[in-house]
């Protein structure tokens, strides 16, 4: 399966000189928020898969304005073609808003879904906005990853976490991809197509 993760920059290839071509192949779409509405809906209208979304800390507009044909999968196990996607959106709390969260904020969220992880048997994909703590996150609170997010990935062994909120174009050079024990991290920012096995019962 032939995903395309986006993150944070609306990719000009994908929006102001988009042409069809550039999303054959592509079976599933996955964002990682802080992207306009109307970018995912755009997409939506061309892809041959489900847009899947989880919010930034600055997706408050999606109350107003949600995306139109996509799917929101905050605090879900969404399965698409027998492949399990886990959703945690947000960033940590440093002020008042929509879609922040305190490390045990984002733990109890995490434990309200041990029936859908027990159920599903864990997860092959996290798709979350911030990183995990203390990997690629950033020095600052508003930057700084959930500790969660690693317990999440020692306990269930995912495939991939596909995370943003921390920009490549920033002072400090954030890798595209990484890799946690047996796990495959990948920072979104802006576009990037990877792939997965899809299990052999599906194909």
């Not at 996607?85 to 709390?93: A, D, H, P, W």
């Not at 029936?115 to 700084?144: C, M, T, V």
Request: proline share 5%.
């Amino acid at each position: 399966m032939k995903i395309l993760a986006i993150a944070d920059q609306e990719s000009p290839l994908l929006w102001d000189y988009f042409e069809k071509s550039y999303l054959e192949g592509i079976d599933l779409i996955l964002s990682c928020g802080d992207l306009k509405p109307q970018y995912l809906s755009f997409l939506a209208t061309f892809a041959h898969g489900p847009v899947l979304y989880v919010h930034g800390n600055h997706d408050e507009r999606y109350e107003e304005v949600p995306p139109d044909g996509c799917t929101c999968i905050e605090d879900q196990i969404y399965v698409h073609e027998g492949i399990r996607i886990l959703g945690l959106g947000g960033s940590m709390r440093y002020k008042p808003g929509s879609h922040q969260y305190t490390q045990s904020q984002m733990r109890r969220r995490v434990r309200k879904l041990w029936w859908r992880l027990k159920y599903r048997r864990g997860f092959d994909i996290l798709l979350a906005h911030s990183p995990a703590y203390q990997f690629n996150d950033g020095e600052d609170l508003p930057h700084r990853g959930f500790k969660i997010f690693r317990t999440l990935m020692d306990k269930y062994k995912p495939s991939f976490f596909i995370h943003g909120h921390v920009h490549m174009n920033y002072g400090r050079s954030f890798p595209r991809l990484s890799t946690y024990n047996e796990t495959q991290v990948i920072n979104a920012y802006e576009k990037y197509i990877f792939e997965i096995d899809v299990p052999a019962a599906k194909k």
